[in-house]
């Protein structure tokens, strides 16, 4: 049915997200420092999400009527949503780094064939046709079926790029979680809070294409509901995204008392262990053997419990290699292969011994909770009662309590 040229609350609305992504995309743009590749690739994305809402602002409001061939083009720019996506986590992970081999073209071939059919059917078919294809129930077939080959196919390219972004940052987790004691500033909280979101419009969007072929209708609820999810995804990135350290630095900015430079350095460090995707093949060509190792592990563990370097609350593996003088692969050998943990809960197993010392200590003292942490080793009082939990089963609250029903008895 055609549209009047009219401004609705919901087009308002639309313009208004359209606005803050343009101003989002300014400022990841005129940032001078940071991970520059993923600002850029974040900027990328904003535009997409910009394009997509005057997209919908223009269907809405008939102002397709006056250039209606610009559907052809839109419906190309599905496929560039997906790598947008990949490349940004990609880059955020510095994954890319690591592999000159791994080109970017080859992410946007999809986009080239589909923008090649988008001009075919520019000049294949006339904007009368384009206008009814937009407007009426029932366009040109050769059009209809066209531009649901391209809605499909841009679905299946943004899906698979969600779970190869989603398999990137679970990767990061790993390695971060093999060479830190610590998660805190760079652990990409954000990037993974970031892909929930996009997975989640991703899901609405398929509800909505689902539902309209169900109900056999369009430009129902759903699809407005999706439109609205954009706008609300791009307001939380302005709201969250400068929270995160890698993303919206200024030069000179510091979050947290967090330095630039050391987070440079922990991404470095990520960076030199990511062929230990695979413990197997990491340790497959080591001289260390596994009874080395079990010995090893014996002399690791004495370590920790006399000198206590888990009480530094920014431990690394290789800070903790250089204490024992071991090679770091070797150390996180003998921790992987016999203890099978990762560098993350070795470490932060003895800080919660330690905490448990402590609060068994304090006896009937009210100590403050968030000080037994820090006394432990940890950053934040999230992390000590998330690994506490995971340990011992309690809370410190319960952990507390059950000591003083024990002395009480």
Same mark, same amino acid.
């Given at each position: 049915?055609?549209?009047?040229?009219?401004?609705?609350?919901?087009?308002?609305?639309?313009?208004?997200?359209?606005?803050?992504?343009?101003?989002?995309?300014?400022?990841? *743009?005129?940032?001078?420092?940071?991970?520059?590749?993923?600002?850029?690739?974040?900027? #990328?994305? &904003?535009?997409?999400?910009?394009?997509?809402?005057?997209?919908?602002? #223009?269907?809405?409001?008939?102002? =397709?009527?006056?250039?209606?061939?610009?559907?052809?083009?839109?419906?190309?720019?599905?496929?560039?949503?997906?790598?947008?996506?990949?490349?940004?986590? /990609?880059?955020?992970?510095?994954?890319?780094?690591?592999?000159?081999?791994?080109?970017?073209?080859?992410?946007?071939?999809?986009?080239?064939?589909?923008?090649?059919?988008?001009?075919?059917?520019?000049?294949?078919?006339?904007?009368?046709? !384009?206008?009814?294809?937009?407007?009426?129930?029932?366009?040109? *077939?050769?059009?209809?079926?066209?531009?649901?080959?391209?809605?499909?196919?841009?679905?299946?390219?943004?899906?698979?790029?969600?779970?190869?972004?989603? /398999?990137?940052?679970?990767?990061?987790?790993?390695?971060?979680?093999?060479?830190? #004691?610590?998660?805190?500033?760079?652990?990409?909280?954000?990037? $993974?809070? *970031?892909?929930?979101?996009?997975?989640?419009?991703?899901?609405?969007?398929?509800?909505?294409?689902?539902?309209?072929?169900?109900?056999?209708?369009?430009?129902?609820?759903?699809?407005?509901? *999706? =439109?609205?999810?954009?706008?609300?995804?791009?307001?939380?990135?302005?709201?969250?995204?400068?929270?995160?350290?890698?993303?919206?630095?200024?030069?000179?900015?510091?979050?947290?008392?967090?330095?630039?430079?050391?987070?440079?350095?922990? &991404?470095?460090?990520?960076?030199?262990?990511?062929?230990?995707?695979?413990?197997?093949?990491?340790? $497959?060509?080591?001289?260390?053997?596994?009874?080395?190792?079990?010995?090893? &592990?014996?002399?690791?563990?004495?370590?920790?419990?006399?000198?206590?370097?888990?009480?530094?609350?920014?431990?690394?593996?290789?800070?903790?290699?250089?204490?024992?003088?071991?090679?770091?692969?070797?150390?996180?050998?003998?921790?992987?292969?016999?203890?099978?943990?990762? !560098? !993350?809960?070795?470490?932060?197993?003895?800080?919660?011994?330690?905490?448990?010392?402590?609060?068994?200590?304090?006896?009937?003292?009210?100590?403050?909770?968030?000080?037994?942490?820090?006394?432990?080793?940890?950053?934040?009082?999230?992390?000590? =009662?998330?690994?506490?939990?995971?340990?011992?089963?309690?809370?410190?609250?319960?952990?507390?309590?059950?000591?003083?029903?024990?002395?009480?008895?």
């Amino acid at each position: 049915m055609l549209e009047d040229q009219t401004i609705t609350l919901f087009s308002a609305v639309l313009l208004l997200g359209a606005v803050q992504g343009a101003f989002l995309i300014f400022l990841v *743009l005129g940032l001078r420092r940071g991970n520059r590749p993923a600002n850029l690739f974040l900027a #990328s994305l &904003l535009l997409l999400f910009v394009v997509d809402l005057l997209d919908e602002f #223009s269907l809405t409001t008939g102002y =397709y009527l006056n250039f209606p061939l610009l559907v052809a083009v839109n419906l190309a720019l599905d496929f560039l949503l997906g790598p947008a996506i990949y490349l940004y986590t /990609r880059a955020m992970t510095r994954q890319e780094a690591s592999s000159r081999k791994d080109r970017l073209w080859p992410h946007f071939i999809p986009f080239g064939i589909a923008l090649i059919i988008a001009l075919t059917l520019v000049f294949q078919f006339t904007p009368d046709e !384009f206008r009814q294809h937009i407007y009426a129930e029932e366009g040109p *077939l050769g059009l209809d079926l066209a531009s649901a080959l391209m809605t499909i196919g841009g679905l299946i390219s943004i899906g698979y790029y969600l779970i190869a972004s989603l /398999r990137l940052l679970v990767q990061h987790r790993r390695l971060i979680q093999n060479r830190f #004691s610590y998660l805190e500033r760079i652990s990409l909280s954000w990037l $993974r809070n *970031l892909l929930l979101v996009l997975a989640s419009l991703y899901f609405v969007y398929l509800s909505a294409i689902g539902i309209d072929l169900w109900l056999d209708r369009t430009d129902q609820w759903e699809d407005r509901l *999706l =439109y609205v999810a954009i706008v609300g995804a791009i307001y939380l990135i302005g709201i969250f995204g400068i929270r995160q350290p890698t993303v919206f630095r200024y030069r000179g900015q510091s979050k947290n008392g967090t330095d630039v430079a050391r987070q440079d350095e922990v &991404l470095r460090l990520v960076e030199s262990d990511e062929s230990a995707d695979i413990e197997e093949e990491k340790y $497959r060509k080591s001289a260390l053997s596994y009874t080395q190792s079990v010995d090893l &592990l014996v002399e690791i563990e004495r370590y920790m419990v006399e000198e206590r370097p888990y009480l530094d609350n920014q431990l690394s593996l290789p800070e903790l290699a250089s204490q024992l003088s071991l090679s770091p692969n070797w150390l996180s050998q003998a921790i992987n292969e016999v203890k099978k943990v990762n !560098f !993350f809960d070795f470490v932060n197993a003895y800080r919660v011994e330690e905490a448990q010392r402590l609060l068994a200590q304090a006896g009937e003292a009210k100590v403050n909770i968030l000080d037994i942490a820090m006394a432990s080793g940890f950053n934040s009082k999230s992390a000590f =009662y998330t690994a506490f939990k995971k340990f011992t089963g309690l809370t410190p609250s319960q952990f507390r309590r059950s000591l003083e029903q024990s002395h009480g008895q």
